[in-house]
């Protein structure tokens, strides 16, 4: 029988053995529990901070695309043509595309099976269309909630099958040992909602907490959603392309990306003063013709991703920059008015698609779309897109869509090899942790990787690493000090009177002897506290003052939307650094009045960990001879504006390619992060003999035989 309490640091803590932990709950998490279940491995379990706060679970599009291996007939596709799109993105292993393009048919029909509405005609075939960075018709939807029901039905099949879910405990530690020269994980610490610790003992973790979306402001990510690289960037796991997120225009109030249709039926883009007065059409200065205007507003529906080299000779790219000058230069509000059409697009109050170009006009016939308003044509085209919004009260008919350009996505995240193994051993980063995708990737990909992921990481974990978790003796040996120095973290900054109801370790109500242990060990860090703030600023000193939270999470995000976004330059990525440690000094100095506040302050914690490591990979990108690329411009003095007129901040460079074949990786350090770089894995190369497969399939030896060994692979920092 397994131990079910751990002793570490003088006090007993529940504790949870499992083969594999699956931490997080999103479409990416789900699958690997389900394709675990398949391949037979059924002591798993999932951690999850909440079943409904994920981003999976929360956001999407006009038709948020599932992007797949052609599935229709008339247009040839191939497993070698999509793995080659996708390396051709820029930043890319070549391996991991490959097992993306193969594993895609698989991974889609599974969700086909399992009843995510995926549209087909008459005769069986899925049909699809081209998304941004696609030259095939890849792309499919299940509509505005595609995520949803990817999410859904995963989630029932998890389920049905009896996966453990601890739900409302957010991961604050992965435990990690040494093991035959390699660092490894071996488990977990788990605050919950309550204040109270919980241990895992796992041979393996599936490391599926989505992107750092705590980090920014300017956000499309739900609230709900925070992100949770900074333990595993405290564990020693390796940073990847941590310079490539995607940012593009989205709706604020409620949080949606606005591509697709939502342009496509071509709204008016309008500006007010803060008050919502001086409004203004704040577009039409800046384009020398009208086609110019309203194809650029058309063509940001296929093109939504903001993308430097799409700015010049008037490109859907320079709306967003010019959403940018409104809201964070001018410091103006800026609104879709889906009532109205753009001035620009009317003569004598009558609206004139062939005004948008032949490529707008053509788009608008071929679908139905003749309404004369921008909600009419919305609701021809895509009903639920307008829907969504009104489920939401916010009636598109009635009051304008107040807008900015925010984080999306997330393109980097931690290194892992082929078949999603991290650096540090055991450790399996899928969906949006994982950094597979590189500079540019084709919408919808993210869905596609984080399945064809989690369905690599299963069959690794339940053909190689079956091994039963560590027992609870033997985890103390190994990672109690870890345990010790991660609950006093927390412990030093409770109050007394507040601390005794704040210190139930769990399951286990704790005795003299453990109340004890965890007075010593929070009086222990408040003295070396004392010690290392005594002679610091006395403003500084937050000993003397409780921790306001959210002020402390907005004055992060407003730092990372302001110098770390689709804007950035090396004086601000400095003048973020110093903002940072200060702020991370503050914190760890500072006092709580609960300890239900505990999940909180440790994802602060490590969300200011993870900005520190990011704004390190975006300096040493600058310093590399890094310039504007993806989804972001760097602000260059010896630059060229993109357009006359434009603010001296948007002056740039392209970088136009010359780094594409090359990976940053970066790896934590307490004293500032060692980054180095490396050249991408090319696409492998195999003659896919029918015989050779088959006879390494039947010994199982692919598993070893790839040739893809991480830790020979990767750059040694």
């Given at each position: 029988?397994?131990?079910?309490?751990?002793?570490?640091?003088?006090?007993?803590?529940?504790?949870?053995?499992?083969?594999?932990?699956?931490?997080?709950?999103?479409?990416?998490?789900?699958?690997?529990?389900?394709?675990?279940?398949?391949?037979?491995?059924?002591?798993?379990?999932?951690?999850?901070?909440?079943?409904?706060?994920?981003?999976?679970?929360?956001?999407?599009?006009?038709?948020?695309?599932?992007?797949?291996?052609?599935?229709?007939?008339?247009?040839?596709?191939?497993?070698?043509?999509?793995?080659?799109?996708?390396?051709?993105?820029?930043?890319?292993?070549?391996?991991?595309?490959?097992?993306?393009?193969?594993?895609?048919?698989?991974?889609?029909?599974?969700?086909?099976?399992?009843?995510?509405?995926?549209?087909?005609?008459?005769?069986?075939?899925?049909?699809?269309?081209?998304?941004?960075?696609?030259?095939?018709?890849?792309?499919?939807?299940?509509?505005?909630?595609?995520?949803?029901?990817?999410?859904?039905?995963?989630?029932?099949?998890?389920?049905?099958?009896?996966?453990?879910?601890?739900?409302?405990?957010?991961?604050?530690?992965?435990?990690?040992?040494?093991?035959?020269?390699?660092?490894?994980?071996?488990?977990?610490?788990?605050?919950?909602?309550?204040?109270?610790?919980?241990?895992?003992?796992?041979?393996?973790?599936?490391?599926?907490?989505?992107?750092?979306?705590?980090?920014?402001?300017?956000?499309?990510?739900?609230?709900?959603?925070?992100?949770?690289?900074?333990?595993?960037?405290?564990?020693?796991?390796?940073?990847?392309?941590?310079?490539?997120?995607?940012?593009?225009?989205?709706?604020?109030?409620?949080?949606?990306?606005?591509?697709?249709?939502?342009?496509?039926?071509?709204?008016?883009?309008?500006?007010?003063?803060?008050?919502?007065?001086?409004?203004?059409?704040?577009?039409?200065?800046?384009?020398?013709?009208?086609?110019?205007?309203?194809?650029?507003?058309?063509?940001?529906?296929?093109?939504?991703?903001?993308?430097?080299?799409?700015?010049?000779?008037?490109?859907?790219?320079?709306?967003?920059?010019?959403?940018?000058?409104?809201?964070?230069?001018?410091?103006?509000?800026?609104?879709?008015?889906?009532?109205?059409?753009?001035?620009?697009?009317?003569?004598?109050?009558?609206?004139?698609?062939?005004?948008?170009?032949?490529?707008?006009?053509?788009?608008?016939?071929?679908?139905?779309?003749?309404?004369?308003?921008?909600?009419?044509?919305?609701?021809?085209?895509?009903?639920?897109?307008?829907?969504?919004?009104?489920?939401?009260?916010?009636?598109?008919?009635?009051?304008?869509?107040?807008?900015?350009?925010?984080?999306?996505?997330?393109?980097?995240?931690?290194?892992?090899?082929?078949?999603?193994?991290?650096?540090?051993?055991?450790?399996?980063?899928?969906?949006?942790?994982?950094?597979?995708?590189?500079?540019?990737?084709?919408?919808?990909?993210?869905?596609?990787?984080?399945?064809?992921?989690?369905?690599?990481?299963?069959?690794?974990?339940?053909?190689?690493?079956?091994?039963?978790?560590?027992?609870?003796?033997?985890?103390?040996?190994?990672?109690?000090?870890?345990?010790?120095?991660?609950?006093?973290?927390?412990?030093?900054?409770?109050?007394?009177?507040?601390?005794?109801?704040?210190?139930?370790?769990?399951?286990?109500?704790?005795?003299?002897?453990?109340?004890?242990?965890?007075?010593?060990?929070?009086?222990?860090?408040?003295?070396?506290?004392?010690?290392?703030?005594?002679?610091?600023?006395?403003?500084?000193?937050?000993?003397?003052?409780?921790?306001?939270?959210?002020?402390?999470?907005?004055?992060?995000?407003?730092?990372?939307?302001?110098?770390?976004?689709?804007?950035?330059?090396?004086?601000?990525?400095?003048?973020?650094?110093?903002?940072?440690?200060?702020?991370?000094?503050?914190?760890?100095?500072?006092?709580?009045?609960?300890?239900?506040?505990?999940?909180?302050?440790?994802?602060?914690?490590?969300?200011?960990?993870?900005?520190?490591?990011?704004?390190?990979?975006?300096?040493?990108?600058?310093?590399?001879?890094?310039?504007?690329?993806?989804?972001?411009?760097?602000?260059?003095?010896?630059?060229?504006?993109?357009?006359?007129?434009?603010?001296?901040?948007?002056?740039?460079?392209?970088?136009?390619?010359?780094?594409?074949?090359?990976?940053?990786?970066?790896?934590?350090?307490?004293?500032?992060?060692?980054?180095?770089?490396?050249a991408r894995r090319p696409l492998p190369d195999d003659e896919n003999w029918f015989e050779m497969v088959w006879r390494r399939y039947r010994e199982g030896s692919y598993f070893a035989d790839t040739g893809l060994n991480q830790k020979k692979e990767s750059a040694v920092i």
């Open positions: 029988m397994r131990d079910s309490v751990i002793s570490a640091a003088g006090m007993e803590f529940p504790l949870c053995p499992v083969n594999t932990l699956i931490v997080g709950s999103g479409a990416a998490g789900l699958n690997a529990a389900v394709s675990l279940l398949r391949e037979g491995q059924r002591d798993i379990a999932i951690v999850t901070e909440g079943k409904s706060m994920g981003t999976s679970l929360n956001t999407g599009s006009d038709k948020q695309t599932y992007y797949k291996l052609t599935c229709c007939s008339g247009e040839p596709d191939s497993v070698r043509q999509m793995a080659q799109t996708l390396f051709d993105g820029g930043a890319v292993d070549g391996d991991t595309a490959l097992v993306e393009a193969a594993l895609s048919a698989r991974a889609f029909f599974h969700l086909v099976d399992l009843g995510v509405p995926f549209p087909h005609n008459g005769m069986g075939e899925y049909a699809g269309y081209k998304t941004d960075h696609d030259p095939f018709r890849r792309g499919t939807s299940a509509g505005p909630l595609t995520s949803r029901y990817m999410t859904e039905k995963l989630l029932e099949q998890t389920e049905r099958e009896g996966v453990k879910i601890y739900d409302g405990y957010t991961v604050i530690e992965l435990l990690t040992a040494e093991e035959k020269g390699e660092k490894r994980v071996c488990g977990a610490l788990a605050v919950g909602r309550d204040g109270r610790f919980l241990v895992f003992s796992a041979s393996n973790i599936v490391y599926a907490v989505g992107g750092e979306a705590g980090m920014y402001a300017a956000s499309v990510y739900p609230p709900s959603q925070t992100g949770g690289l900074g333990p595993a960037f405290r564990a020693g796991a390796l940073g990847k392309n941590l310079t490539e997120s995607q940012y593009g225009i989205a709706s604020v109030a409620f949080r949606w990306n606005l591509s697709g249709s939502y342009q496509q039926v071509i709204p008016r883009y309008v500006s007010t003063d803060r008050d919502g007065q001086d409004e203004k059409e704040f577009l039409d200065p800046f384009f020398d013709t009208v086609q110019h205007l309203l194809g650029a507003v058309f063509l940001k529906g296929y093109q939504w991703p903001f993308d430097p080299r799409k700015i010049r000779e008037y490109g859907s790219s320079l709306i967003d920059l010019l959403v940018y000058r409104e809201t964070v230069l001018l410091g103006r509000r800026v609104f879709l008015d889906f009532r109205r059409n753009p001035s620009a697009s009317e003569e004598n109050g009558i609206f004139h698609p062939e005004r948008i170009g032949e490529e707008g006009r053509t788009y608008l016939e071929k679908s139905g779309v003749d309404a004369e308003t921008p909600i009419a044509r919305l609701k021809q085209m895509n009903p639920a897109a307008a829907e969504l919004y009104l489920s939401h009260g916010i009636n598109l008919e009635k009051e304008m869509l107040e807008i900015a350009v925010c984080a999306q996505h997330n393109n980097g995240g931690l290194a892992g090899n082929a078949w999603w193994e991290s650096n540090l051993r055991h450790l399996f980063p899928v969906g949006e942790a994982n950094g597979s995708h590189g500079v540019y990737r084709p919408g919808g990909s993210a869905l596609n990787a984080g399945q064809t992921g989690g369905i690599r990481a299963a069959e690794y974990i339940a053909h190689v690493y079956r091994e039963d978790p560590y027992d609870g003796k033997r985890l103390a040996d190994l990672c109690g000090e870890q345990i010790r120095e991660a609950v006093r973290f927390g412990l030093k900054a409770l109050e007394r009177e507040n601390f005794i109801s704040s210190v139930n370790l769990g399951a286990v109500e704790p005795g003299d002897e453990t109340l004890a242990a965890a007075e010593s060990l929070r009086d222990e860090a408040l003295t070396e506290a004392e010690q290392r703030y005594g002679d610091e600023d006395p403003g500084r000193r937050q000993n003397e003052s409780m921790l306001d939270l959210d002020f402390e999470r907005k004055l992060l995000g407003i730092r990372m939307s302001r110098y770390g976004a689709n804007i950035r330059s090396l004086e601000g990525v400095q003048t973020a650094l110093a903002g940072n440690r200060e702020q991370l000094l503050k914190m760890e100095g500072g006092k709580l009045s609960d300890g239900k506040q505990l999940p909180r302050y440790y994802r602060l914690r490590d969300l200011l960990i993870s900005q520190r490591v990011y704004f390190e990979a975006i300096r040493d990108y600058i310093l590399h001879g890094g310039q504007s690329r993806g989804s972001y411009l760097i602000s260059s003095r010896d630059g060229e504006l993109p357009l006359e007129g434009l603010p001296e901040i948007f002056r740039m460079k392209e970088d136009g390619g010359n780094h594409a074949g090359e990976i940053q990786e970066i790896l934590y350090a307490p004293e500032g992060s060692r980054v180095s770089w490396r």
